[in-house]
């Protein structure tokens, strides 16, 4: 986590695809991509955030082109998010960049190293799950992947080995 950045008070953007981006416009970027539409409360939930904070982020997303805001029809309190083509174009583009990223450092470890990471991880989902926050119950969530789908993908075999 700390070397990640992760735990920095103000943690800084970063650039991904040519785009300098925070770490929750990348979570957002990536769940808007990924269900087309949420409502701002769907989107908190998902993200883990608090409703304000969530606001303020898809203000800076409108701000900046990304998103498009409009009110729910049949209830005028929500709010429908979704990217607009250049916020779709930018979720492409960070994706791609955090994938060949990803890719970089797992073939940095050796294929026992994968594996044992594949293992944990399938073990850490697991664990999480059975404490609250499963995937399969995300809000608007029933076309998303289970966690050992992530953990699959996130340790493909090397390239180089």
Not at 25 to 53: N, Y
Not at 67 to 93: K, W
Request: charged share 25%; net charge positive.
């Amino acid at each position: 986590m700390r070397a990640g950045g992760l735990l920095e008070p103000n943690p800084p953007t970063h650039e991904h695809g040519g785009v300098h981006v925070s770490m929750s416009e990348v979570f957002a970027l990536g769940e808007l991509s990924e269900a087309g539409a949420l409502s701002q409360q769907d989107l908190a939930w998902r993200l883990g955030l608090e409703k304000s904070t969530v606001s303020r982020l898809a203000t800076g997303m409108e701000a900046r082109g990304w998103l498009s805001r409009h009110r729910e029809p049949t209830n005028r309190n929500y709010y429908r998010l979704r990217l607009t083509p250049e916020g779709q174009d930018v979720a492409r583009r960070v994706s791609r960049d955090l994938s060949d990223h990803h890719a970089h450092l797992l073939d940095l470890l050796t294929p026992r190293e994968r594996q044992a990471l594949t293992t944990g991880l399938t073990g850490l989902i697991r664990a999480m799950e059975s404490h609250g926050h499963p995937r399969g119950q995300t809000p608007g969530a029933n076309d998303r992947n289970d966690g050992e789908d992530t953990a699959k993908i996130a340790v493909r075999p090397s390239r180089r080995h």
